[in-house]
Each structure stands twice: as structure tokens, then as C-alpha cells.
């Protein structure tokens, strides 16, 4: 198969709090042929915090990393993180509007050359590596755990916009789930916020959040939550103990990235998948897998 | 030719901002002008004499009117120079008012204008020839196309004033969307009680010939004389002979076909008879799950019938007929609401439509008038409605009200607690729109008779939470997010123009808008007519519209009807196109091109020559422009007519 | 010449059952052919194809409507015979169609005005085609002539050497050249600015004297005695002699065969001023070919493109206002 | 003769209208009862449809010295004669392409669709279309037409 | 509660935010799909729907004094399904940055606060530093001891470097904060001085 490849935007959480989405994300993407090349030098693209100040000085982060990118002559970029995705979308979208481009360049003085675009690595897996190529690639089946995957309210919305998937009932990791062999169970609040950054500025709205979809993800009998943006990761997983005190409840739901699971389906060493940077222990999960089958055949 | 020019003030409408003497001045000097003068109102009483006396006095044979538009009141001098003695094609207007008046303020530019078009018009008379219009015979029958309350309202209206009736009906039975509602508001009285003796009463009426199951094919022909195709579909049951007994019903061993008169929240046999009240009562075998069509094997039906109607070779048959005017009334249908995908798009059972819900307050429907919830066959106590789904909603494409849906809710809501007295039903609207007689009290009744919970908010999002449906919504008028855990919500969903109306419009030659409905020929003063002569619009395909305003408008229709079929001869408009056959080679590109068929090939002494069928011809003039040689020309608005009105503005 | 002895021979068989046979036979001098209709055996002893064979046979189909003819046509008439055939000008029946594939013809003005320092025409005395060459000989001499620098313009672009359709054909189908039509001839025109064309127009429509031979030559002009040139009712044109009502009159003959015209050139062949009228319809050929995807006198079957129309248009934009 | 010719002052150009009875006629109408100011330089024709127009009117007033020409009939599938505007739409899509060859600008003809209710419209297109007209200037015309000298004396 | 002045709204702020936001105000209907959808709803002093309709009225003071503007987390579930296809987020953002101009949302605002010290680690390292982030949040806000229970558990899985990742171009990015201030500050000084006339309608 062709490799395909990319001018990658890892993010700045990738070398902190979601380290092992960085590492796993990259294991996923070698062993799926998608060739990915670090846009040198890169910045942080403002996230959240730089479009609530600014959309033209928010736009002008992004445009830095475009013009790095233009280095490597590769006009994709794509980026695990659907907060870098969703801020660099939108900088490229509000470019196109008359006028705005010019405010960009006065701020970055380096005007781009090329037309550029981003999208998001699950984006490519689903769309351009297909559920059906990935089922190719299993070799351990991650049959008898239940999941919910929850997608976060980035990486779809406004669909007019966005341009993946559906923006009310997204099925993406849905269908690559299902693909490396996890049972997905219906999950309605599959796009509703969990708070994000909102949680370092006062963690109750997190956990008045996200505590919502624990109890909904735990009623529905989950083993586990599959997430594909590190804020939500966080706010799932890091501060579940802070939603548990808020509700007075006691959850204890691992919290994954998609490809973490999919590197333990393809079989690729636990080492780079980094599962020990979990905070909710996910072993007591991890040792049912296969357990159903078997249970079957006995 | 002795023309004379009226240049008409119209009060200070023209003469505002027109130099209307010096048009007048200007129009005297203009070739064969014998007499311009300017007049205050050309279309009043004395300011029609004045035309009818200028014409005798100073011996016209052809006058200019320039005042408003043509579209307004050029009958109305037609008639006017027709009394003073003249042919009543002797005339034109010139448009000083809508195209002239009331777009500019300059006056100077103005006057320039207006003599301008004064003089295009004295061009243009000058070619004009006396034309005769011709009686042509009509057919007095009357086509009613669709069998909901409208058309059926048409229809026994017709067939009351002693026209012949053919009502066409897509469906097995008549009755439309009425026939599936279980009470009407404002009145709660039962829908079937009303329209069923109406539908009894078509059936009966020897006037009427009903085509139910059956759709139209083709038209053509005009005003009085149109000829349509009906295609009658195979309904693998010979009419004739079924008596409408049902045991085909009862024994027919697949009893999982689509119920659409149940609107899917029942099923039924493969044969059926749609519902107890049907007209005609016959039944008819959905040929997409029938077994014995589908593999062949069962026959159960046959076997069963005791008259032997069934038969499964049964082939679509096309029926022509004559008739002379034709009535619309396709009604509508409701807009598909899965694009709403925060509702969950169809995956949630128990979230439903108002029909469906009619179906379930429905004592002939699938649970016998218990609301019983799709999922569990529970009984719902907490029912929340959400208006406008598919009305009044720019994302989607549907930015306009669809005027019943409150009423509706309204009247579900009273009907739910009818049914469940301990139940409490929400209403999420956006504003009540209750502007008929009785309406607005009948809402009223419902919060505060009935309890009904009315929020003025649209709903986000419905989640579903174990058995139950989380229905997020807003109460703006408390400044607040709501949340209620729902056990059935039914979304009152707009409607839209009929599936496949502007294809059946397409086919009668009218307009329609970019929705679908049916144009009007005037907002306000031809609500029931088209543009097309002979073609008269009512009830919802026209425009949505409840129960009253739909039969209100199938009466309208049917009396539009009545009129014009009135006399055994209608008087054509001989502004149609003649052929010269001195010129005509026979070439056919006229034929080929009439929209009509109004022109046919004729042999004169071994020679190919056009013929135009007068009555046929409706003036397009598209032949006109086609001829190469110009040997057919449209009358009143030949080659040369044109020719002198464009050499008359640019001649250099 | 194997091929014309063939068409001799065709003629010969299809002479019976029909009216007469038309093609082409000696011209008032050796340079030119002429149109040739044969009734009798006799007649096609003088029958000649080749580069001499001119004129567009086509042309007088439409009169003998009703009675069988035969015509033998190259490529570029055949498709004459076509449109005639589709717009039911003529019937299929009623024509008997006899190809041949042709080498190209002779641009009779290409060669008067290469020879032109040598003597009058009227002085040629014999003219001889072999391998590539054209020998004339005027004047008592003889003067040896490129075919390819005296060949009408059409033929260096013609995609249909051989008839389109046919019920006979002699000898065996000529590959096409292969030449794209890139619609050169307008090249030169489209260089100038708009006020330079009409100008153009102005000085060239001013030469004309109306005489109409263009209409006459066209084999589409199916009014004949008809023409709006000259009636009254309509009266589209004046008789004066005004450049505008010349120019207006060109127009007129373009708009009437757009989408109708294959392209023959006759009209321009045989305007004794040398006006190219044939630009106007080559335009609106070029116009009909990229918005429809068609091209007249191909098969009999398609309808012309403005005696017709699609719902939706897939190649007209509509203009946003 | 156009009275333009008398006091034009150049402020205004000769532009032919031609539009269907039905539709585009009933919005210029509409425009006029919604008093949707518009330049004044446009001269309506009325036609029962734009299948009416023959290219050729466009021609012999472009030949005589019309600025601008713009035919108008009803949107496509609207059309009351059900097909006329759809023949119109070709013919004069095609006409179109012949106008720059004669030397004509093209922006000179325009044709659009506009339905009787939509005044709004209407204005916009007369008004645009009136605008790129005059951004144009005064068309040439053919110039030698013999009428022209008689009626050059009968105007001095 | 004042009542609304009409007539004496500010006129040049609805302008400003449809310029601002490409977005026309004067579409919304009041239907409250946004107010419905919203996650943050319960955190603010007046519903999306009402902001729009502040808006609407030219209540520029209202608007951007509220903490609405502020707790908007931009999750654009308002914006995926408005009926009048307003981007409602947009329009919340952008009022978000006229009322930082306008200096409203103070010292105590910890959503101004975060976003403040989110960037000001950006400017001096090109990268997001989330325990230096952290750490200035935490101080300014003056929260010292919010998620102190998380540090432990998250410095143990080593997912909070101590230091910083800085990249080379670090100047360049603190160029184009600078030339952002500065734009910032002109803009502030051409507005104080041309604010002369009377101030919009609303107390």
C-alpha cells in the first residue's frame, strides 16, 4: 500500500498531558502507512485562549505554523488534537474573507505562498485508510469490552464548516471501533461538552459536565471511553475523581485514546502505546479482552 | 389611420413626476396621430367617454392609451374603443405609470421616457389589424386532480351545479389528509363524522366519475378542450368485480407490509383495503410484498375471494377523457423531519410526527385510540410537542410557517389528556399563530382547561436516557434552559408541497414556486386561478392551509369552474399565430417546435404548408421567431410590429 | 482514375430508378468543374470527381423533393445531405447517396491569384493533377502549382474526407487528416479589437451588391424564392443599399443555419467580392459546437440544437444579477 | 426616431428591453407598484414570451444603434407557454457569441429571468445591467444608412 | 431592573459586531435553540438568546459587561443549529474581545485570567506550557489550591514537564504578539479620543 504522507501539527498537550496520545497516535499511523512529517519549529496555535481574545491574532499563530509547513512543500497538515484543528481551520477559513488575510500578515509579516489545509488524523484514518483497511491490520481483536466513544464538540461542528462526518451523530470512531473488534454501545452524549478548558479556570463547570457522561457511560454498562481530543481526555479521565466528589458518585471508567486501542488490536508494543499515563487504571479492562469469546466457547 | 393619443394624469400618480401635456405634444406630431390630449383618470367613467366621444368626434381608427400597465386595464379600453364603434384590438397602451412614473423621479428623463413609449405605441398601432375572436365549443366536464377535503368539495360542488366530474386520486381511496386525523379543531368534532358523508356522497353522485389509485399522465389541449391521460395502476384486483368483503384481508398471510394510511405505526396485510371508511372500498395488493408477485408463490387471495377478482397479471391502463376545465388540489405533504438529526433523525422510536400521533388518538387506528408509545406499548405521561420542526427553519430550506401545526398541537394536546387524565403534555413553540375564528380561544382552552404546559423555546437536542427521551429546550420568556425527562414527543412537523407537484404543474402548463405550490394568478384578487385559462387551484397545493380555508377555496374553484363552462362555447383569443402560405416552404420547424401541437403539416395542390390550429394556438409566438422566412406570424405582434417599435427607439 | 470509373459504374447502376444523378461534369474552362446532372447513360461519360469537383451537390436536393435522386457527394457534402435529411427537408428514400473519399479541391481563386503574373484566366488551356502537384498551363505555358498551397481552406481542416453516409461508395475510405479544426480562420479576426472587427465589417459589407449569391449557394436556405431579403411582410431589411441592411442581411443568413450550418463554405466560394461571410457562421458553429457537443449534418438522427432544448442546461451558466 | 436623439445630453443611452407578458413584464410591474427607483435610460417591448424573441430584433436594434438590449422572460420550467424561454435560452445563448465577432461588445446584450413577483430583482437587474451599459458609453453603429441624412434634416 | 432606553441604542456596536463577525444580528428570531443546546447556560448571567437580543437592541454595555461572554466555551452547538444560520459562537466571540478592549471582565475573571496566562506562556516560549500555566493561573487568579490534588498524580505519570519546550522562532511568535499589542493600543487611543460624543444608550 502507498504510504501517505502528511506535514503533522502534534500539538502542544502532545508533550504533556497527552503524551500518550502523541506517541500512540504515531505507532498507528506507521502501521496504517501514514507517513507523518513534524512541521519544523513549530508554535502553539493559540488554542482556545487566542481566539477569545483575538480571531485575527489567533489566526496569525496558526498561519506561522502554514508558513513553516510550506518548508516542507506539503499542503495537508494534519493533527490529532481537534482544539489545533478546530483553531487552524477556522484561521484558514477567515483568511478567505476579504481583508482578513491582510490583518493576518501584518501581524506574522509572512504571507503564504500556497493554499493550505488541515484536517484531523482520524479524518485520514476513516476517510482515506477506511474502517475496512483498518479491520486488515488486527491481530488481536479487542472483542468482549463494551466502549462508548465520545467525540467532543470540536472536530465536527459547524458541519457546513468542518466537513467530517455527521455534526449531530458522528460516526467515525464508531465505525473504527467496531472495526478492531470493541463492542460500541449507542452513546447520546456522544458530542454534548464536557467544559473544556473551562476546567483549569474553575473545575465545577468540568465536572458538573463531564460527570453527566460518566453516569450515562457507567448506566449504560461501558467498560471504557474511547475520546480522540486531549481536553476531553483530560476532563474525562484526569479530573474524574473531582466529577465523582462533585456528584458524590464513584466511577471508575478508563478513559482512551482511539488509538491506544487500536495499537493494542494491531499488536503493537505496550511501550508506545504509554498506557500507565492513565490516571483511571485501565487494567481491570484490559484483562477482559477476549474473555467473552471465550466464555462462548467454553 | 387616424389615431388619437390619451396621456392620462392618473391624479398625480404620473402626472407627478411626467410632463403628461408635453407627452400629449409631443404624441401630436407623431405619424397618423389625428388628436393626443391629456386626461386625468383615462380609466374612469367620464375619462372613457371622452375616448368613446374623441373617437366619433374626430373619426379614429386607432387609439393610444398611455397610462398604466397593460396587465391592469388594457380590458378595460378594449371594451371602451369597442363601444365607441372600433374593433377592440384597435388599441395600445403605453405603460407611463409602473415603468415610467413611479421608478424615477427625474421628470425631464421622464417625459422623455413616456414620449418614447407613446411613440413605440403609435408605431406598433399603426400594424395593427381588426381581429375577430372565434366561438369555440367547450367540453362541459370538469377534471378534479386529487381527493382530499378540497378536491372533493370541487368536485360535489361541480357536479351540484350540473357538471360533469372526473376526480383523479393517486391513493386506493379518497379522503386525503383528513381521513387519517382523528378530531379537527376548533370544534374536537371527529374528522371521519364530517368528511366521511361527504366521501359517500362523491361516490354516489352519478355525476362523478372517480379514478382513485390512478394518476394523471398527459394534458393537453386548452381552455375548454383538454384532453388527459389518466394512468390507471394495477391494483391486482378487478374493481369491478371486488365487493370491498375484506376476507382476502384477513386471510393474506404477510401481515407486515406498510400501513400507509397508519402512517407506519401499524402494519397490515399485503392486500388491503387502506381503511374501514375507504371510497371505494376495494381492496389493493402492494406489489412490493405480496408474495405470490414477488416469488410467486402463495395465492392465498385468489383462493379466498369469493367473487374471484384477484388477478395478479393485472397491467397500469390509460384512460383518455375530455374535459374542459381542470381543478387542482393535490394538497401537500409533510417535509421529510429526519433531516433533524439532533432528534435523533428516526433512531428514537418513541420520538414520532403529529399524524403518526393522530393515528394513535385514532379510534380506527392501530391501537384503537389508545396512545400506547412505539418502543414498549406503554402509556406515555410525560408528552412533549415540539412545534415549527420543518417550518419557519432558513437552515433547512423551509422559512415559511405552515400555519396549521399550532392549531394541531393545540388541539392533540386536549385530546392527550382526553385519553391520559394524568398525564402532562409540554409544548415548545416559538409563537401561536391562532388567527381564525374561535382559534385563539381554542389554544387558550388548551393551558388552561387542559394544562398543557406551553414553552416558548425551540428543543436542542432529544437524548435518549434508558426508557426515557431527555428533551432539552429553552424557555426564553423565563430567560432558561429546560430539561424534561419525555416518554413520547411528537414533533409537529410542517408541510410542503405535494410529492411531485410541480411535475403534475409542469404538466397543466402552470407556475409554481420554488417549494412546489401552486402560483396564483393574483395574490389577492385571483386566489383560485392560474395563469393558465381553465386551470383553477384549491386548497393546500396552492399554499398550506387548514381544513374551512381548503374547502373555502374548493368551492371557489369549482364556481370559477361553473362560470367559465357556463355556455356551450368559450370566445378564443385571436391574438394567434397565421401563416402566409404564399411564403411557407413546408420546413416543419414550426410544428416541431409548437409547445401546442397547434400547428400541423397540410398538403396544398402536392405542397407541404403549416396550418395553425386556431383554437389551439395560445399566442406564444415561439414559431414566429423560429421561421426562417417569416411566413408565420403572431398577430398584434408580428415581425414588423416589433421591427417599428425597435426602429421607433433606435433609428440613427 | 480507378475511382472515378467506379462512380461512372455506380451512376450507371443507380441511373434507372432514379430522376437523374448529380455530381459534377466540365466547367466553362479547365480550372473549373461544374454541377452536373445526368438522366441518360450518356450523360456520365463526362462525369468527373476530383479536385475539380467543386460545387455542393446538396444544394439541389430540396427542389427534387417528391422524386428520387442520386447524388454523389464528398465528405463535406455529405453532411449537407444529412441535415437536409434530418430537418425532413429531403427524405431518405427519396436519395440515392454515392461517396467517394476525397483528396480535397481546388480553390479556383488560390490558383488565379498564383498565376496571376502570367497571363489572364481565360487563357488556361489545361489543367493536370499528379502526386502533390497542379500543372497549369496558361498562356502556352505550363506552371506547376503545390496542391496543398492551392486547396480550399476547408479541406486543410475537414474531418469527414469520406460521406458520412452513403449507400454506395467507391473504392476504399480515406483516413482523415487528423487536423483538429481550431477554428484558425477566426484567429485572425479575434486579434483585432471589437471597434477593429466592426470596422472590419463596416468596409467589407460595404462591397457587397447584394446579389445574393451566398444565399443562393447555401444548400440549408431552404426559403429560396422566400427569403426576408426581399419581402415586405416581414421587412426585415430595406432594398437600399445601405451597408448596415447588407451586414444585417449576413447576419440573418448566419442566424437562420446556426446550428444548422456544416460548414461547406460554398457561400463564401462564390461571392464574386470576396467577402468572408463564412466567419459569421463558423462563429456560431464554433458557438453550438462547446455549448451542445454538436455539429451539423453528422447523423440523421439528432435534432439541430436550437430546435430543441433540455430542461436543465448543463453548459449555460446561468448570469447572476 | 427615439426622442434621445433630440436632448440626450448624454446622460442617458438607448437600451431595448424585451420581455415577456407573463413573467418579466409583471416584475418591471411589480418593481413600478413598489416604487423600486430605477435608471431611466430602459424602453420596454412586451412580448407574449421570450420564446417570441428573435435574436434578429436584437441585431437590427444593436445594426441601429441601441446601446444595450436585455431580454427578460420567466425562470426556466415557469415559462406559461411551458417552453418558450427554453428555446429562448439557447438561441440567445449562442446569439451571444456572434455579437463580438461583428465587433459588437457583448456586455451590450444581456438575458436574464425574472418572475412577476420578484420587483426586487428587477430593479437590480435594470439597474446593473443599465450601469455596465454605460460603463460601455455609446455603442457605434452602422453608419450609412440612407434614412439617416433625411432624418437628420427633418430633425434640424 | 432600568429600562431599556429604545431609541438610544448603540447603533455603531451593532455594526461593529456584524462587521466583526460577518454575522447578521438582525436574522435571529428569539427562538432559543441556542439558549436550549447550550452547555455553559447554566453559568450565565443572561442566555445566548437574550445576548442576541441585546445585540439587536445596541445594549453594548449589557452585553459586554455580562459573564456570559465570558464562560462561552465556543463548543458552537448554538451555532450547528440555528435556524437562521447564525454562527452564534462567533458572534460570542467576538463580543468577548470588544469587552477585553473595553477592559471589562477584571482581575477576578478566571476565564480572562486563564486565557491571559495561557498566552502569556505562548509569547515567551512559542509553546503552551501547561505547569508554568498552571502555576501563573493559578497565582493570579489567586486559586493557589484549585486541582492541587491533580499535580501529584500527574507529575508522577510524567505528563507535566517541569520546564518548558521552547522552539527557536520563539521570537518571531513574540513578535507577532507585540505587533498585536501595539495594533491593540492604537486602536484603544483612536477610540478614547474620538469617544467624545455621547456614550450609547444604556446605564
Redesign the interface.
Known amino acids: 500500500m502507498a504510504e501517505k504522507t502528511f506535514a503533522y501539527y502534534p500539538g ?2 502532545g ?5 500518550e496520545y502523541d506517541k500512540s497516535n504515531r505507532a498507528v499511523c506507521e502501521e496504517l502507512g501514514i507517513k507523518l512529517v513534524d512541521i519544523p ?4 496555535c ?12 489567533s489566526a ?2 496558526g498561519a ?1 505554523n502554514f508558513a ?1 509547513a510550506e518548508q516542507l512543500g506539503l499542503d495537508t497538515i494534519i493533527t490529532p488534537c481537534p482544539a489545533c484543528l478546530k483553531n487552524q481551520h477556522n484561521a484558514l477559513e477567515h483568511m478567505e ?1 476579504p481583508g482578513f488575510a491582510e490583518r493576518v500578515n ?4 509572512r504571507p503564504l505562498t500556497r493554499k493550505h489545509s488541515i484536517k484531523s488524523v482520524l479524518q485520514v484514518i476513516l476517510e482515506d485508510i477506511t474502517p475496512e483497511e483498518v479491520a486488515k491490520h488486527v491481530k488481536t481483536p479487542l472483542s468482549g469490552i463494551k466502549i462508548v466513544p465520545y467525540y467532543g ?2 472536530m465536527n ?3 457546513k464548516s468542518m466537513k467530517f462526518d ?4 458522528p460516526m467515525a470512531l464508531d465505525r473504527l471501533m467496531a472495526a478492531i473488534g470493541c463492542e460500541v454501545l449507542d452513546f ?2 456522544k458530542q ?2 464536557c ?4 476546567g ?4 465545577k ?1 468540568t465536572s ?2 463531564s460527570g453527566r457522561h460518566l453516569q ?1 457511560a457507567n ?1 449504560l454498562g461501558a467498560d471504557a471511553m474511547v475520546v480522540a481530543c486531549p481536553l476531553c481526555q483530560m476532563n474525562m479521565d ?2 474524574q ?2 466529577a465523582n466528589a462533585y456528584y458524590g458518585t464513584s466511577i471508575k471508567l478508563p478513559v482512551f485514546y482511539y488509538t491506544q486501542l487500536m495499537g493494542l488490536a494491531f499488536g503493537i508494543d505496550k511501550s508506545r502505546l504509554a498506557l ?2 492513565l ?1 483511571v487504571d485501565p487494567a481491570p479492562v484490559l484483562a477482559k479482552i477476549g474473555k467473552s469469546a471465550e466464555e462462548a466457547q467454553a | 389611420m387616424r389615431i388619437g393619443v390619451f396621456i392620462c394624469h392618473c391624479g398625480s400618480n404620473i402626472a407627478g413626476t411626467v410632463d403628461v401635456a408635453q407627452v400629449a405634444a409631443n404624441a401630436a406630431k407623431m405619424p397618423d396621430v389625428a388628436f393626443a390630449v391629456d386626461t386625468m383618470y383615462a380609466c374612469s367613467e367620464p375619462g372613457q367617454q371622452a375616448i368613446e366621444e374623441a373617437v366619433k368626434q374626430h373619426k379614429l381608427t386607432g387609439v393610444v392609451v398611455a397610462s398604466c400597465s397593460p396587465r391592469m386595464h388594457e380590458p378595460t379600453f378594449r371594451r371602451a374603443v369597442e363601444r365607441a364603434g372600433l374593433n377592440r384590438y384597435m388599441i395600445e397602451m403605453a405603460n407611463i405609470r409602473e415603468q415610467v412614473s413611479w421608478i424615477g423621479k427625474d421628470k425631464e428623463a421622464n417625459t422623455r421616457k413616456a414620449t418614447d413609449l407613446v411613440h413605440m405605441a403609435v408605431e406598433k398601432l399603426r400594424l395593427n389589424r381588426v381581429l375577430i375572436p372565434k366561438q369555440i365549443p367547450v367540453t362541459r366536464k370538469v377534471l378534479v386532480v386529487g381527493g382530499g377535503v378540497a378536491g372533493i368539495q370541487a368536485a360535489l360542488d361541480c357536479a351540484e351545479g350540473g357538471m360533469e366530474v372526473v376526480m383523479v386520486e393517486r391513493e386506493p381511496s379518497i379522503g386525503g389528509k383528513m381521513s387519517k386525523l382523528d378530531k379537527t379543531f376548533p370544534t374536537i368534532d371527529c374528522s371521519s363524522c364530517v368528511l366521511g358523508p361527504k366521501m359517500v356522497d362523491v361516490a354516489q353522485n352519478d355525476h362523478i366519475d372517480l379514478f382513485t389509485y390512478s394518476e394523471v399522465e398527459s394534458i393537453t389541449g386548452y381552455v375548454g378542450n383538454f384532453e388527459v391521460t389518466i394512468r390507471k395502476k394495477a391494483p391486482y384486483v378487478d374493481w369491478e368485480k371486488c365487493t370491498g368483503c375484506g376476507i382476502c384481508t384477513e386471510k393474506c398471510p404477510n401481515k407486515k407490509s406498510f400501513d400507509r394510511h397508519n402512517e407506519g405505526m401499524g402494519t397490515t396485510t399485503s392486500i388491503n383495503i387502506p381503511f374501514p371508511q375507504a371510497i371505494p372500498k376495494k381492496a389493493t395488493i402492494n406489489a412490493a410484498t405480496c408474495r405470490k408477485l414477488v416469488d410467486g408463490k402463495c395465492g392465498v387471495c385468489a383462493k379466498v375471494c369469493p367473487s374471484g377478482a384477484i388477478n395478479y397479471e393485472q397491467e397500469d391502463e390509460l384512460v383518455t377523457v375530455k374535459v374542459g376545465a381542470v381543478v387542482a388540489a393535490t394538497g401537500y405533504d409533510f417535509m421529510d423531519w429526519t433531516v433533524y438529526r439532533e432528534y435523533g433523525a428516526g433512531r428514537y422510536k418513541d420520538v414520532i410526527t403529529s399524524l403518526q400521533y393522530e393515528r394513535l388518538l385514532s379510534a380506527s387506528g392501530p391501537t384503537e385510540g389508545h396512545i400506547k408509545r412505539p418502543s414498549d406499548g406503554k402509556e406515555p405521561k410525560n408528552i412533549v410537542f415540539i412545534q415549527c420542526v420543518g417550518s419557519r427553519d432558513v437552515s433547512i430550506g423551509r422559512p415559511y410557517c405552515s400555519g396549521f401545526c399550532c392549531m394541531y398541537t393545540a388541539k392533540q394536546a386536549i385530546l392527550t389528556k382526553d385519553h391520559i387524565p394524568d398525564s402532562q403534555s409540554y409544548v415548545f413553540y416559538m409563537d401561536i399563530r391562532s388567527p381564525g375564528k374561535a382559534y385563539d380561544e381554542f389554544t387558550r382552552r388548551a393551558q388552561e382547561e387542559y394544562g398543557a404546559q406551553y414553552l416558548r423555546g425551540r428543543v436542542s437536542t432529544i437524548v435518549p436516557l434508558g426508557d426515557k427521551l431527555l428533551v432539552r429546550g429553552a424557555d426564553t420568556l423565563a430567560g432558561q434552559q429546560v430539561e424534561i425527562e419525555a416518554d413520547l414527543v411528537v414533533l409537529a412537523v410542517g408541510g410542503e408541497a405535494a410529492h411531485g407537484a410541480p411535475q403534475l404543474a409542469e404538466k397543466l402548463r402552470i407556475s409554481y414556486d420554488s417549494y412546489g405550490f401552486f402560483m396564483e394568478g393574483h395574490v389577492k384578487l385571483k386566489p383560485v386561478e392560474t395563469n393558465t385559462a381553465g386551470v383553477f387551484l384549491a386548497g393546500a397545493c396552492q399554499g398550506l392551509k387548514d381544513i374551512p380555508a381548503s374547502v373555502a377555496q374548493g368551492s371557489a374553484a369549482a364556481a370559477k369552474a361553473l362560470g367559465l363552462l357556463s355556455k356551450d362555447t368559450l370566445e378564443s383569443d385571436p391574438q394567434t399565430a397565421s401563416v402566409d402560405l404564399k411564403r411557407c416552404v413546408g420546413c416543419g420547424k414550426c410544428w416541431n417546435v409548437c409547445p401546442f401541437g397547434a400547428i400541423r403539416e397540410m398538403d396544398m395542390r402536392g405542397q407541404i404548408k403549416a396550418e395553425v390550429l386556431e383554437a389551439v394556438c395560445q399566442g406564444c409566438g415561439l414559431c414566429n421567431a423560429t421561421c426562417p422566412q417569416g411566413a408565420i406570424q403572431l398577430s398584434h405582434f408580428t415581425d414588423n410590429q416589433v421591427l417599428a417599435e425597435v426602429e421607433a427607439l433606435c433609428r440613427c | 482514375m480507378a475511382i472515378q470509373e467506379q462512380l461512372k459504374k455506380m451512376i450507371l447502376d443507380v441511373l434507372p430508378d432514379v430522376d437523374c444523378v448529380i455530381g459534377w461534369g466540365p466547367g466553362p474552362d479547365p480550372l473549373r468543374g461544374s454541377p452536373f446532372f445526368m438522366r441518360k447513360p450518356e450523360d456520365v461519360e463526362s462525369f468527373m470527381a476530383g479536385p475539380m469537383a467543386v460545387q455542393n451537390p446538396a444544394l439541389f436536393l430540396p427542389e427534387y423533393k417528391g422524386k428520387k435522386v442520386g447524388v454523389v457527394v464528398k465528405g463535406c457534402d455529405s453532411r449537407s445531405v444529412v441535415q437536409l435529411i434530418s430537418e425532413d427537408l429531403i427524405k431518405r428514400e427519396e436519395v440515392v447517396i454515392i461517396g467517394f473519399p476525397c483528396d480535397g479541391v481546388l480553390d479556383v481563386a488560390k490558383v488565379e491569384n498564383a498565376l496571376a503574373s502570367h497571363g489572364e484566366p481565360g487563357e488556361i488551356t489545361a489543367v493536370e493533377f499528379s502526386g502533390g502537384e497542379v500543372k497549369v498551363t496558361l498562356a502556352g505555358n505550363t506552371h506547376s502549382l503545390k496542391f496543398d498551397d492551392v486547396k480550399a481552406d476547408k479541406c486543410g481542416r475537414c474531418a469527414v474526407p469520406n460521406a458520412v453516409m452513403s449507400d454506395f461508395f467507391a473504392g476504399i475510405a480515406r483516413e482523415a487528416s487528423g487536423v483538429k479544426d481550431d477554428y484558425e480562420d477566426l484567429a485572425a479576426l479575434e486579434k483585432m479589437s471589437l471597434e477593429e472587427r466592426f470596422a472590419f465589417w463596416e468596409n467589407e459589407m460595404s462591397r457587397c451588391l447584394r446579389c445574393y449569391a451566398c444565399r443562393n449557394a447555401c444548400p440549408m436556405c431552404v426559403c429560396r424564392d422566400h427569403c426576408v431579403a426581399s419581402s415586405r411582410i416581414p421587412h426585415w431589411i430595406s432594398q437600399a443599399d445601405s451597408t448596415r441592411d447588407k451586414l444585417m442581411f449576413q447576419v440573418i443568413h448566419a442566424v437562420h443555419l446556426a446550428g444548422r450550418c456544416t460548414g461547406c463554405g460554398e457561400c463564401q466560394r462564390v461571392c464574386p467580392v470576396g467577402i468572408p461571410v463564412l466567419l459569421l457562421k463558423r462563429t456560431l458553429s464554433k458557438g453550438v459546437t462547446e455549448l451542445f457537443d454538436y455539429a451539423a449534418g453528422m447523423d440523421t438522427e439528432s435534432k439541430p440544437p436550437l430546435l430543441t432544448f433540455q430542461v436543465e442546461e448543463a453548459t449555460i451558466k446561468e448570469r447572476n444579477w | 426616431m427615439s426622442v434621445l436623439n433630440e436632448s440626450n445630453n448624454g446622460k442617458e443611452l438607448r437600451i431595448v428591453g424585451f420581455l415577456c407578458n407573463w413573467c418579466s413584464y409583471g416584475g418591471a410591474d411589480t418593481a413600478g407598484v413598489g416604487r423600486f427607483t430605477q435608471p431611466t435610460d430602459l424602453r420596454i417591448v412586451r412580448l407574449p414570451c421570450s420564446g417570441r424573441v428573435n435574436p434578429l430584433f436584437i441585431v437590427k436594434a444593436l445594426l441601429n444603434g441601441a446601446d444595450g438590449v436585455l431580454v427578460s422572460g420567466c425562470h426556466p420550467r415557469d415559462c406559461h407557454y411551458a417552453e418558450g424561454n427554453f428555446y429562448a435560452r439557447r438561441r440567445l445563448e449562442v446569439f451571444k457569441r456572434l455579437l463580438p465577432t461583428l465587433g459588437i461588445d457583448p456586455r451590450r446584450f444581456e438575458y436574464t429571468w425574472v418572475s412577476a413577483s420578484e420587483g426586487q430583482r428587477w430593479q437590480k437587474v435594470v439597474s446593473e445591467f443599465t450601469q455596465q451599459v454605460h460603463a460601455l458609453g455609446p455603442a457605434k453603429f452602422v453608419a450609412d444608412a440612407p434614412e439617416f441624412d433625411v432624418l437628420k434634416v427633418c430633425a434640424e | 431592573m432600568e429600562p431599556i432606553q429604545l431609541g438610544r441604542g448603540d447603533t455603531e456596536f451593532i455594526r461593529k459586531v456584524e462587521e466583526e463577525s460577518r454575522q447578521v444580528v438582525k436574522k435571529c428570531y428569539q427562538c432559543g435553540n441556542c439558549t436550549a443546546g447550550c452547555p455553559m447556560s447554566f453559568s450565565y448571567d443572561y442566555t445566548a438568546n437574550q445576548l442576541m437580543r441585546l445585540i439587536q437592541l445596541g445594549q453594548r454595555e449589557r452585553v459586554l459587561k455580562s459573564r456570559a461572554v465570558w464562560m462561552c466555551v465556543t463548543c458552537e452547538t448554538c451555532t450547528t443549529r440555528c435556524p437562521n444560520e447564525i454562527d452564534v459562537a462567533r458572534v460570542l466571540d467576538v463580543c468577548r474581545h470588544m469587552a477585553r478592549k473595553a477592559g471589562y471582565g477584571g482581575v477576578f475573571n478566571n476565564m480572562r485570567v486563564f486565557a491571559d496566562s495561557f498566552l502569556q506562556t505562548v509569547r515567551w516560549n512559542g509553546k503552551s506550557h501547561e505547569l508554568g500555566l498552571m502555576a501563573l493561573f493559578k497565582m493570579r487568579a489567586m486559586k493557589p489550591f484549585s486541582d492541587l490534588s491533580l499535580a501529584p498524580s500527574m507529575l508522577l505519570k510524567g505528563k507535566l514537564p517541569y520546564l518548558p519546550h521552547r522552539i527557536k522562532g520563539r521570537s518571531e511568535v513574540a513578535g507577532i504578539f507585540k505587533r498585536f499589542s501595539e495594533q491593540q493600543l492604537k486602536e484603544l487611543h483612536a477610540q478614547t479620543t474620538d469617544d467624545k460624543k455621547p456614550a450609547g444608550g444604556d446605564k
Open positions: 502542544c498537550s508533550a504533556g498531558t497527552s503524551i519549529d513549530w508554535n502553539c493559540g488554542s482556545t485562549p487566542a481566539h477569545q481574545v483575538d480571531h485575527v491574532l496569525a499563530l506561522r513553516q474573507e501584518e501581524l506574522t509579516r464538540c470540536l461542528r459547524p458541519g455527521d455534526d449531530e451523530n447520546p452524549l454534548d461538552c467544559g473544556g478548558a473551562a483549569v479556570a474553575d473545575n463547570v458538573r459536565l450515562v448506566h484526569m479530573r475523581a473531582q500507565n499515563k490516571i
